[in-house]
C-alpha cells in the first residue's frame, strides 16, 4: 500500500506528540518521577512515528527522528540525575558508632605545682 491510496487518511500525530513530550521532559528535569515516564512515553510514540512512516507513509519522518532525539535525551538526562543523588557507595564499610573504644589505663592530670595558685 502506497501513501497515495489513502488521500482521505490523516496523517497520525505520533512525532509532533514526541516532540513535545520530549521537551516537556527536558523542562521537567529537576523532577526525575515526572521526566522518566514523559521521556519514555516520547521514545515510543516517536519509535511508533518512525515505524509508521518507514513502513505505511502515515506519519513525518522528521518529525519522528527529533521527538526521538528529544526524548531519549530527557529520558537519559533524568536517569543520570536519579542515579547520581545516590551517590557512589563506600569502598569500605564504616564502622559501626557503637563500637568499644579499646581500653586503656586512666591517668589523672598532673598535679599542680608547690606554690601556684590560680
Known amino acids: 500500500m502506497t501513501p497515495t491510496d489513502n488521500l482521505n487518511d ?7 506528540t514526541s516532540v513535545a513530550l520530549g521537551v516537556v521532559g527536558l523542562l521537567l528535569l529537576f523532577l526525575p518521577v515526572l521526566s522518566v515516564p ?7 510514540f516517536g ?26 535525551l530527557a529520558l537519559a538526562i533524568a536517569v543520570a540525575i536519579a542515579e547520581a543523588a545516590a551517590g557512589p557507595l563506600p569502598s569500605r564499610p564504616a564502622p559501626p558508632e557503637t563500637q568499644a573504644v579499646a581500653e586503656h589505663v586512666y591517668v ?11
Do not use: T
Open 38 to 44: 514523559l521521556g519514555a512515553i516520547g521514545l515510543a
Open 47 to 72: 519509535l511508533a512515528g518512525l515505524l509508521f512512516s518507514l513502513f505505511g507513509g502515515w506519519a513525518s519522518l522528521r518529525w519522528s527522528i527529533a521527538g526521538i532525539a528529544l526524548s531519549g
Open 108 to 118: 589523672p592530670p598532673p598535679a599542680r605545682p608547690y606554690g601556684w595558685e590560680p
Open 10 to 16: 490523516p496523517p497520525l500525530g505520533l512525532g509532533p
